[in-house]
């Protein structure tokens, strides 16, 4: 999983999207809190799409924005390729500023460096697949060989093989969507930039593409930005996950992290019905062996089942069925902690409140 501390290949800072004549003087009125969302509507006749989004994205990382309609989560990628322009603000590319480039450079970062992917995916009717897939490289001036080497490993990717000469209105809306992702991925770009691609597909479509893209996602090392409004899917395919509300980032963190920690009560809303069997870690849940002793005196640990720090509740409940014995927690060899039935219970619930997670060793 890739964290903030490694290297940022996207940054946002402080961006803003206000629509209408009186943008700057809405966001003045909002930040000094003269004026809310709806009032800025109703008097400056100005629309808050995005306030103030800070966040950086990590080479390889798949960024989560999640959020319900309106949430302003489409906006905002928007701004990233620079298919909008903020209102104040700005965005990096590997460092390189997308707000200070002319047009020839931005159609080169756009031709070279950021591959989209939309719901819709918009293939070009009068194409088959492979023409479809290898028009980045066409656009580009590619030899006619290269193309169809590039787009036929594209298509073999994408699990599309046999269907290379096909045109997209004798494919199924699934198909269509894994041509757009073999399109994407042809051009090789750094950045994929994927809006809500598969919200429109039946659910078992819908999973086996995001299976499907989490495993190319692992083998091309491609950095991310997926915009759902779902936050199953979320939580599934994101390294890390930004909940949206009103043009606004309420949270940023890991799976795990928003989850178990929700920042306020529209994201504990939001987290309410979600499994944390496959998502809470023991090393959210464990406490100090010591600390354990000093409550229960020493005991011989030699028949305690052992698990791992990142192990999931689902293995400590199976650990837990056979045994009467808490579980040690190990790493390298080494205990850093253990985990009694009451902390495990208070983990598949969600809670931490009896828990003392060691952070050092997450």
């Known amino acids: 999983m890739k964290t903030q501390s490694e290297e940022a290949v996207i940054r946002c800072d402080g961006v803003w999207k ?22 800025i509507r109703d008097k400056l006749d100005c629309v808050v799409g995005v306030r103030d989004a800070s966040f950086s994205v990590a080479r390889g990382e798949i960024f989560c924005i999640m959020g319900l309609s309106g949430s302003g989560k489409s906006t905002l990628i928007r701004h990233i390729n620079r298919l909008i322009e903020p209102t104040a ?12 480039m002319g047009a020839s450079e931005l159609r080169q970062l756009r031709a070279e460096k950021i591959g989209m992917v939309f719901q819709n995916m918009a293939l070009m009717p009068h194409r088959n697949v492979r ?40 494919l199924s809306g699934g198909m269509q969507q894994r041509v757009g992702l073999a399109r994407a991925i ?29 495993q190319l996602s692992a083998e091309l090392h491609k950095t991310t930005v997926f915009i759902t409004h779902d936050l199953e899917e979320a939580i599934r395919i994101g390294d890390r996950i930004a909940i949206m509300k009103d043009g606004v980032l309420v949270q940023v963190g890991t799976p795990e992290e928003i989850v178990t920690r929700p920042a306020d009560d529209y994201v504990a809303e939001f987290v309410a019905g979600i499994s944390k069997l496959d998502l809470v870690t023991a ?29 999931k509740l689902n293995t400590l409940v199976d650990l837990a069925v056979g045994t009467e014995h808490p579980i040690l927690i190990a790493a390298d060899g080494v205990t850093v902690g253990v985990v009694t039935k ?6 598949i619930q969600g809670r931490e409140d009896i828990a003392q997670p060691l952070p050092e060793v997450i």
Not at 18 to 37: D, H, L, Q, Y
Not at 160 to 165: Q, T
Not at 342 to 347: C, F, V, Y
Request: proline share 6%; net charge negative; charged share 25%.
């Open 186 to 214: 042809a051009a090789d770009p750094t950045i994929l930039l994927m809006d809500e691609p598969f919200s429109a597909l039946d659910p078992l479509i819908r999973r086996q593409l995001q299976g499907t893209f989490m």
């Open 342 to 347: 009451s902390a495990l219970l208070r983990g």
């Open 89 to 100: 603000g700005a965005i990096y590319i590997e460092g390189r500023n997308v707000n200070a």
């Open 18 to 39: 206000v629509f209408g004549a009186n943008a700057k003087k809405a966001i003045k009125a909002i930040t000094s809190g003269e004026m809310t969302k709806v009032e």
């Open 131 to 170: 023409d479809n897939v290898a028009f980045a490289l066409e656009v580009r001036g590619a030899p006619e060989e290269k193309r169809r080497k590039v787009a036929q490993d594209a298509i073999d990717a994408v699990e599309l093989s046999g269907w290379e000469l096909k045109y997209p209105d004798e």
């Open 283 to 311: 090393a959210r849940i464990m406490q100090p062996l010591a600390w354990y002793q000093q409550a229960h005196g020493s005991a011989n640990t030699a028949a305690w089942p052992v698990a791992a720090p990142t192990d």
